[in-house]
């Protein structure tokens, strides 16, 4: 069993920066896929980062150049660094791992945290 913590989260300006975190307990991350997703008030959870086991990355559209996911082994965590926020990125950011799949599909991840709410201020 994985249990997944994030932190990080909170009220920022736009055009701002946060850094979530992940740390995982029970087993080790690295071998996981870890992602990101984001659900917003009334919308579906949506894809924003993942990292697989060997340090690829994947990113929608929406996201890349402005946020970046890494991982930091030694540490048991997986980062989301966010950069150039803007108003419509505020949602709950829930930390994901799997063990491999559709990076994109939630139904890919069987493990989830809590989640971490941030919102963006215009």
């Known amino acids: 069993q994985v249990q997944l913590v994030e932190s990080g989260g909170g009220l920022v300006q736009a055009g701002g920066s946060l850094r979530l975190s992940c740390t995982a307990s029970?087993?080790?991350?690295?071998?996981?896929?870890g992602a990101w997703f984001r659900q917003a008030p009334g919308k579906e959870r949506d894809f924003v980062a993942a990292?697989?086991?060997?340090?690829?990355?994947y990113y929608p559209d929406s996201a890349k150049g402005r946020f970046t996911i890494s991982r930091d082994r030694s540490k048991n965590t997986v980062y989301l660094q966010m950069n150039s926020l803007k108003p419509e990125d505020t949602a709950v950011y829930y930390c994901?791992?799997?063990?491999?799949?559709?990076?994109?599909?939630?139904?890919?991840?069987?493990?989830w945290g809590q989640g971490t709410p941030v919102t963006v201020s215009s």
């Open positions: 994901a791992a799997g063990y491999g799949g559709s990076w994109y599909s939630p139904d890919t991840y069987n493990y």
């Open positions: 990292v697989s086991s060997t340090d690829t990355t």
């Open positions: 029970g087993r080790a991350f690295d071998w996981l896929l």
